[in-house]
């Protein structure tokens, strides 16, 4: 460029000159607001920091009290069955083969297979030798003072989370008093104790869940300030290391709640919570997050204005290098523009000055910028359009695959559905070693009844059947319409004697509450064959088969009953574990 011209750079000339005012103007305003915006940026975070923690300790402790709650009204609500009382006085009348004793167990057994958050349940005397339990149980040494004189019989005894020298792993215990019949003292000798282990895995999971980089697991101490888990995580040795909190903040927590930073032993500069549980378990929720980590963002903040500003006084010596004529401003101004719309900003307006070329073009871009606007609109409502239409598809198949696999007189599954599903519940019970039981179930003299009632009378009897076998199963059993008057259930996780009771529970109530008479005045009738996989056969069409010949044989028999098929061969393997029948 020639020396002189307009566009040309002289130290002490006018551009020179322009540069030194636009950066002092840029520089002073830009430093002092980014100075208080960094102060500000530091107390709302720390404000925002401590508000979350603060907020999520309080979620964590309600939902560890409601946690610990439902421990202690399933071990109040479990004690107080007769099932235990019967068992507790068997074992006192030296009777641990007696029927009592072994309702006990199987009492025990059937509350533990329904409820994953213990490891196991047990029944003890009043000295804490344990009676009758889901395994081999002992009550621990550091427990044993927890059942020593009298006890309160309105509340639940929690142990402290301790290891176990029975185990070799932490444990915890939540103890019911069971106070003596008839027995109107709310404390005094209990007669026994009820007692559930805790699977702290269940604890840990409750303790880690919805945990976030800044709302991390919690810590959980027990009274004396020491730690029982380390970020949602139990520790090998609960109840032996203090959490590296000083004096004056514990002090500070009482009751409450408190947040604070400090420098923690082991944990370097950390801003963590505090909060006091009010539950039955008496300790604390400690959430911790690094102080790095905690504050990243205005770290970044920080960098973000160090390189804003230098990009900005940059940009502003260039600009004045390369826009020396006024005519770069608008054309600055119409590629900026067209930035903006190229990144998607269509609410874009540039003021038009003068007559020129450059506000004729700047028109044109104006009225470029409202069509493409305009057309996106109308794109945005098209997609609209086409989003409701395949909603309405997705609700429409929908309904097409309910009505597909239903029945449309009874509601129940159909026969096609019924095909499937049992391949496929024949294959889950052989991959993971659990029994499956089927009923076959067929209306006695149904045709007679037809004949005498008509037929709308025979499909409303038909659909109330259908009902009380729906009504009479577990939520994970299934019940279908096999065909004709026939009807088909499915019971997974089933054996064989816990059908045959859901069969004879189901029998009974057809024949109770059957409105019209069946054949000859008698009660609308049904009878049942029971098969069970694997004992009767390892494959979905003889199992069928065997269902189906032990219907025949209840039809043979007079109708009106329950046949179970007897065992195709011996069982070879070991029985499946089994979940309890509906």
Same mark, same amino acid.
């Given at each position: $460029?020639?020396?002189?011209?307009?566009?040309?750079?002289?130290? *002490?000339?006018? !551009?020179?000159?322009?540069?030194?005012?636009?950066?002092?103007?840029?520089?002073?305003?830009?430093?002092?607001?980014?100075?208080?915006? $960094?102060?500000? =940026?530091?107390?709302?975070?720390?404000?925002?920091?401590?508000?979350?923690?603060?907020?999520?300790? !309080?979620?964590?402790?309600?939902?560890?009290?409601?946690?610990?709650?439902? #421990?202690?009204?399933?071990?109040?609500?479990?004690?107080?069955?007769?099932?235990?009382?019967?068992?507790?006085?068997?074992?006192?009348?030296?009777?641990?083969?007696?029927?009592?004793?072994?309702?006990? +167990?199987?009492?025990?057994?059937?509350?533990?297979?329904?409820?994953?958050?213990?490891?196991?349940?047990?029944?003890?005397?009043?000295?804490?030798?344990?009676?009758?339990?889901?395994?081999?149980?002992?009550?621990? @040494?550091?427990?044993?003072?927890?059942?020593?004189?009298?006890?309160?019989?309105?509340?639940?005894?929690?142990?402290?989370?301790? +290891?176990?020298?029975?185990?070799?792993?932490?444990?915890?215990?939540?103890? #019911?008093?069971?106070?003596?019949? *008839?027995?109107?003292?709310?404390?005094?000798?209990?007669?026994?104790?009820?007692?559930?282990?805790?699977?702290?895995?269940?604890? @840990?999971?409750?303790?880690?869940?919805?945990?976030?980089?800044?709302?991390?697991?919690?810590?959980?101490?027990?009274?004396?300030?020491?730690?029982?888990?380390?970020?949602?995580?139990?520790?090998?040795?609960?109840?032996?290391?203090?959490?590296?909190?000083?004096?004056?903040?514990?002090?500070?927590?009482?009751?409450?709640?408190?947040?604070?930073?400090?420098?923690?032993?082991?944990?370097?500069?950390?801003?963590?919570?505090?909060?006091?549980?009010?539950?039955?378990?008496?300790?604390?929720?400690?959430?911790?997050?690094?102080?790095?980590?905690?504050?990243?963002?205005?770290?970044?903040?920080?960098?973000?204005?160090?390189?804003?500003?230098?990009?900005?006084?940059?940009?502003?010596?260039?600009?004045?290098?390369?826009?020396?004529?006024?005519?770069?401003?608008?054309?600055?101004?119409?590629?900026? &523009?067209?930035?903006?719309?190229?990144?998607?900003?269509?609410?874009?307006?540039?003021?038009?000055?003068?007559?020129?070329?450059?506000?004729?073009?700047?028109?044109?871009? =104006?009225? $470029?910028?409202?069509?493409?606007? @305009?057309?996106?609109?109308?794109?945005?409502?098209?997609?609209?359009?086409?989003?409701?239409?395949?909603?309405?598809?997705?609700?429409?198949?929908?309904?097409?695959?309910?009505?597909?696999?239903?029945?449309?007189?009874?509601?129940?599954? =159909? #026969?096609?559905?019924?095909?499937?599903?049992?391949?496929?519940?024949?294959?889950?019970?052989?991959?993971?070693?659990?029994?499956?039981?089927?009923?076959?179930?067929?209306?006695?003299?149904?045709?007679?009844? =037809?004949?005498?009632?008509?037929?709308?009378?025979?499909?409303?009897?038909?659909?109330?059947?259908?009902?009380?076998?729906?009504?009479?199963?577990?939520?994970?059993?299934?019940?279908?319409?096999?065909?004709?008057?026939?009807?088909?259930?499915?019971?997974?996780?089933?054996? +064989?004697?816990?059908? &045959?009771?859901?069969?004879?529970?189901?029998?009974?109530?057809?024949?109770?509450?059957?409105?019209?008479?069946?054949?000859?005045?008698?009660?609308?009738?049904?009878?049942? &064959?029971?098969?069970?996989?694997?004992?009767?056969?390892?494959?979905? *069409?003889?199992? $069928? @088969?065997?269902?189906?010949?032990?219907?025949?044989?209840? +039809?043979?028999?007079?109708?009106?009953?329950?046949?179970?098929?007897?065992?195709?061969?011996?069982?070879?393997?070991?029985?499946?574990?089994?979940?309890?029948?509906?």
């Amino acid at each position: $460029m020639a020396e002189g011209s307009p566009t040309s750079f002289r130290i *002490g000339g006018v !551009q020179s000159k322009l540069l030194v005012v636009v950066l002092l103007c840029v520089t002073a305003p830009v430093v002092t607001l980014g100075l208080f915006l $960094m102060r500000r =940026n530091q107390e709302v975070l720390r404000e925002k920091v401590a508000e979350g923690l603060s907020s999520h300790l !309080q979620r964590k402790q309600a939902a560890f009290d409601d946690w610990m709650r439902d #421990r202690a009204q399933e071990a109040t609500r479990w004690s107080a069955s007769f099932v235990v009382y019967e068992g507790l006085d068997a074992f006192a009348k030296d009777a641990p083969e007696s029927r009592a004793a072994r309702d006990l +167990k199987a009492y025990l057994a059937s509350l533990l297979g329904h409820y994953r958050v213990y490891e196991s349940l047990f029944v003890t005397d009043g000295g804490g030798r344990v009676l009758s339990g889901t395994r081999d149980e002992q009550l621990e @040494e550091w427990a044993r003072p927890l059942v020593q004189g009298d006890v309160a019989f309105d509340g639940v005894i929690l142990s402290p989370l301790r +290891k176990s020298d029975f185990l070799g792993r932490p444990t915890l215990l939540v103890l #019911r008093p069971i106070p003596p019949p *008839g027995s109107s003292e709310r404390r005094g000798r209990a007669l026994g104790y009820f007692v559930e282990r805790v699977d702290l895995r269940e604890l @840990e999971s409750m303790l880690a869940e919805d945990a976030t980089d800044l709302a991390p697991a919690p810590w959980l101490l027990d009274g004396e300030g020491h730690v029982l888990a380390r970020a949602g995580k139990i520790v090998e040795d609960p109840g032996v290391r203090p959490f590296p909190i000083t004096a004056a903040t514990a002090s500070a927590a009482g009751a409450g709640s408190v947040v604070a930073e400090e420098n923690l032993a082991g944990l370097g500069s950390t801003v963590y919570g505090l909060r006091s549980l009010a539950g039955g378990f008496s300790g604390r929720l400690v959430s911790a997050v690094p102080s790095a980590h905690a504050y990243q963002t205005l770290q970044e903040s920080r960098r973000g204005l160090i390189l804003a500003g230098a990009a900005a006084a940059f940009m502003i010596v260039i600009l004045n290098f390369v826009g020396a004529r006024q005519i770069i401003r608008p054309i600055l101004l119409l590629s900026e &523009g067209a930035k903006r719309v190229a990144a998607g900003d269509l609410e874009i307006y540039l003021p038009v000055r003068g007559t020129d070329e450059i506000a004729e073009l700047t028109r044109a871009f =104006n009225d $470029m910028a409202q069509r493409i606007r @305009e057309g996106r609109e109308s794109l945005e409502r098209a997609r609209d359009d086409l989003t409701q239409a395949n909603a309405g598809l997705r609700d429409a198949n929908r309904t097409l695959e309910t009505l597909a696999i239903t029945d449309g007189l009874t509601s129940l599954f =159909n #026969r096609r559905h019924f095909q499937e599903t049992f391949d496929t519940e024949i294959r889950r019970a052989e991959h993971q070693g659990r029994l499956l039981s089927v009923l076959l179930i067929d209306i006695d003299h149904f045709k007679q009844y =037809n004949d005498r009632h008509g037929h709308p009378e025979g499909d409303a009897a038909l659909r109330r059947v259908a009902a009380l076998v729906n009504k009479g199963i577990r939520s994970s059993d299934m019940a279908f319409r096999y065909g004709g008057e026939e009807l088909a259930v499915l019971l997974p996780a089933c054996p +064989k004697a816990q059908a &045959g009771e859901v069969a004879e529970k189901l029998r009974n109530a057809i024949r109770t509450h059957s409105p019209r008479s069946g054949r000859f005045g008698s009660p609308l009738t049904v009878s049942i &064959g029971v098969a069970t996989f694997p004992e009767d056969a390892r494959a979905a *069409g003889p199992l $069928m @088969e065997r269902a189906d010949a032990a219907l025949y044989a209840a +039809k043979a028999q007079g109708r009106d009953r329950v046949v179970s098929t007897p065992p195709s061969e011996p069982s070879a393997s070991p029985q499946p574990e089994t979940g309890a029948a509906g």
